[in-house]
């Protein structure tokens, strides 16, 4: 029952912060959608209110509650508003949800018209708390902070934009607020109200344990953000932030038009190949021993730990077989792989087979293979870097016969393209990238996500062909990187003369 309903009950400390954000008087109408064991009921008696409701759907929960009801929050009937809506929503992601939790979502108008089966359970406990509140009404919620940023949540984002603010935010990046759930958390307060929207205070925290009360208490806003606006992304940082961005995105502005050129529009992008248990398939003894069929029928891998900034240490080789059907053809022409398999066989022949029966030599998911079998160099990043401990990321090249693995990405540039590839491995290591991925990138906690969508959306600065200054430029980044000893600063010095140069509007 608990991680089928995201049963995380909230710690007493952050409840009793959370009411004290409040300044609703002692007779407001107040709601918890999704009470639990009832620690914001008890805390908020014991602050002197009364007039509250309650739901909870597990009827084993909060069973002495008087104003509890035990049905879905989702689907009750309310006719009434309220002056605050508080407490911790579950949150639980589509594809995990009950088949009768889905159901109900499938028939409920706010689901529809806001929301995906991309989008989590937390987003119907928003909008339907936005709809339930009084013009003026608080909402106060400790939930993970990821549909900040998430593409599949800006009907969210902009619903609650559409009808009101917030006051303020506390993100709690990697603090384990809840045992068992790794998330990063916020606490939001967010008016309903149509009136002009005021700056957002935001402060932030960060321990390997839960805060305590008069920690929390202590906390001064770390600054001040300007109010979100509908249809743009969401950007909690100061002001000061937010002009380093623009200035960036005006510098790989194009020619004809007000928006900045992407990576999208000059490099093919592709996850790695899945092949559903590395182990078995990495050949780490000698290839000598191996018959010539067998050599070649290794791929050149390189693995996320191996990539650094503009160079990777070292391949692993892979055995890769998905091209044989038979397991008596794996085992007279591949016999050293084939006794190799052995050892992993019930291993994988458990691994998980996406509706279809996976041979035990196959990889399971061979993703992106037409994508990586073409003949030119790619560009490989990690597709999830930690950036608590590093101020920059390891964008690497590699040669055409280099294949990634699901824990990298890979970067092909597009047919039309006339930069060098080396140009764009330079600019997507130059520190503007790295600033500006850390703050309009998905970023979870203080882990930056590289998959397709995030890495087609950086900015990008393009040549301008006519321009002799650009071109020079272009070329001496790109003989530069094609050194052995790539001598960094020198290549970002050049970087920064041609950012520096006014793109040629017109
Ligand atoms: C993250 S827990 C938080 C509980 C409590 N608010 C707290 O802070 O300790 C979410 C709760 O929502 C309940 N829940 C899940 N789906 C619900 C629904 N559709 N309607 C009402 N409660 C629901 C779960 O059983 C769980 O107790």
Redesign the pocket.
């Known amino acids: 029952m608990k991680n089928k309903?995201?049963?995380?009950?909230?710690p007493t400390s952050i409840?009793d912060f959370m009411i004290q954000l409040t300044d609703v008087d002692a007779h407001s109408r107040i709601l918890?959608?999704?009470?639990?064991?009832g620690?914001?009921l008890d805390r908020l008696k014991e602050n002197g209110y009364h007039n509250i409701l309650a739901?909870?759907?597990?009827d084993t929960?909060a069973t002495t509650y008087e104003e509890v009801r035990h049905e879905?929050?989702?689907s009750a009937k309310i006719s009434e508003s309220f002056d605050l809506i508080i407490?911790?929503?579950?949150?639980i992601r589509w594809k995990h949800l009950d088949d009768a939790?889905k159901s109900e979502l499938k028939t409920n108008l706010l689901w529809k018209t806001h929301c995906n089966s991309l989008c989590d359970?937390l987003h119907i406990f928003i909008l339907r708390a936005i709809e339930l509140l009084k013009e003026e009404g608080q909402l106060l919620f400790i939930c993970p902070e990821y549909w900040i940023n998430t593409t599949h949540s800006y009907k969210l984002r902009n619903y609650m934009v559409r009808h009101g603010y917030f006051e303020a935010i506390y993100q709690f990046k990697e603090t384990p607020i809840f045992e068992g759930a790794n998330v990063s958390c916020m606490i939001f307060k967010y008016i309903k109200s149509r009136r002009e929207k005021p700056p957002i205070r935001l402060s932030r925290f960060e321990a390997k344990r839960v805060p305590m009360l008069n920690e929390l208490q202590n906390l001064t806003p770390d600054f001040e953000c300007a109010p979100l606006k509908e249809d743009q992304t969401w950007l909690l940082e100061p002001a000061s932030t937010q002009g380093v961005l623009e200035a960036f995105e005006q510098q790989c502005q194009k020619h004809t038009n007000e928006t900045y050129h992407t990576i999208g529009e000059f490099c093919d992008i592709g996850n790695g190949m899945v092949s559903g248990l590395d182990k078995a398939f990495q050949w780490r003894e000698t290839t000598e021993d191996l018959d010539k069929q067998e050599q070649y029928y290794l791929l050149k891998v390189v693995k996320a730990k191996d990539l650094q900034a503009f160079q990777y240490k070292k391949i692993t080789p892979y055995i890769f077989l998905n091209e044989i059907a038979s397991e008596i053809t794996l085992k007279v022409a591949f016999k050293h792989f084939f006794a190799h398999l052995q050892a992993h066989r019930p291993r994988l022949e458990m691994r998980y087979q996406y509706n279809r029966s996976i041979p035990y030599w196959h990889w399971t998911f061979p993703r992106n293979l037409k994508l990586f079998s073409q003949q030119q160099p790619r560009i490989l990043v990690p597709c999830k870097e930690r950036i608590s401990n590093k101020d920059y990321f390891r964008f690497a090249l590699a040669e055409p016969d280099i294949l990634p693995t699901q824990d990298v990405t890979a970067l092909l540039k597009k047919s039309h393209v006339r930069e060098s590839i080396e140009y764009i491995l330079a600019f997507l290591n130059h520190p503007k990238v790295f600033y500006w991925l850390r703050h309009k990138g998905i970023v979870k906690g203080n882990i930056v996500e590289f998959s397709e969508k995030p890495l087609s959306s950086i900015p990008f600065r393009a040549i301008n062909w006519e321009d002799e200054e650009e071109v020079a430029l272009h070329d001496v980044i790109t003989r530069a990187c094609q050194t052995k000893e790539i001598d960094i600063p020198f290549v970002m010095e050049q970087l920064d003369m041609l950012l520096q140069h006014e793109p040629v509007l017109g």
Not at 55 to 58: H, L, N, R, S, T
Not at 87 to 91: F, L, M, R, T, W
Request: proline residues 10%.
């Open positions: 309903l995201a049963q995380y009950f909230t409840v918890e959608p999704a009470c639990g064991q620690i914001f739901y909870e759907i597990d929960l879905s929050f989702v407490g911790n929503p579950p949150y939790l359970y």
